[in-house]
């Protein structure tokens, strides 16, 4: 039996590494140079070629390298009777709440701004925003995101929170789904820590942008697709946004003639809110891969029918 590491793009000979060094007897595949697709029973998947997975006759659970799951949710040639499984480490959960703090403070202290006036060799001060000004709006409450509305409430924010179903977290005002325009009308900075699914698609766009009070400030740390990249822009040349700190795209590496680079009032990270620490990932892979031959239940799965 043994454990495939598939993705189009992601080096996976550390991973492996790692996975080995905690059991040495698992065998470990690295896809497309698989010697017995017949022995595989766990794959670990990250943004995995088309139909990949359906290749494997003996297949019984795939984990996603990431916290995101939607790659396997909506990959229709994956066999019903696959085990899904997502990534829950809490280096994600820590790292997301980090990006998103260090985001909001960077609107709060004008770090843009002041970027670009070194660029210049300008010596200009700009106030403060104060924290009391403010309402930091999350939408997602799942995994990362009940993480990071904590540590923003706990860096002395204003933070409601809006999800499918009503949570209840300590402190934070919380809003379900048919509750979303009551939470974007007091909304400042607006944070999108959703999963990809069919209803939340596009969920970042002009009539959202409008509802929220103002100043108003966009993060996305989720999916590119969340946000109608034509709306954000419209949204910034009429002041409706000042500013959007974008970490996630549809298209990735983000084309060199996007638009978004050119925007003075964009911050753009190539997709590293939240990076797998792999010596902690193989611990989860492994304990799962032996849950799997044991017949017993595997630790965080995902429904096929995912909701956010």
Known sequence: MSILLVSKKRKFSSLKKHIQTIDSNIDVEIWPA????????LAVAWNQPENVLATFPNLRAITSLGAGVDHLVYDTTIPETVTLTRMVLPSLKQQVA?????????????SHTYYKQQQRAEWTEHQPIEKDDLRIGVMGLGQLGAVTAKKLEE????VSGWARTKKELSSIRTYASGEIDHFLKEVNILVCLLPLTPETEGILNLETIKKLKQPAFII????????????????????????????VFTDEPLPESHPFWNRDKITITPHVAALTSEKEAAKLIVDNYKRLLSGMDLTHPVSKNYKY
């Open 34 to 41: 698989v010697s017995h697709p017949d022995r595989v029973q």
């Open 155 to 158: 860096s002395g924010f204003h």
């Open 98 to 110: 980090d990006y998103v703090l260090m985001s909001t403070l960077n609107i709060l202290r004008h």
């Open 220 to 247: 996305n740390a989720a999916r590119g697709e969340h946000l109608v990249d034509e709306d954000l822009i419209y949204a910034l040349d009429t002041d409706r946004i000042r500013h959007a700190t974008l970490d």
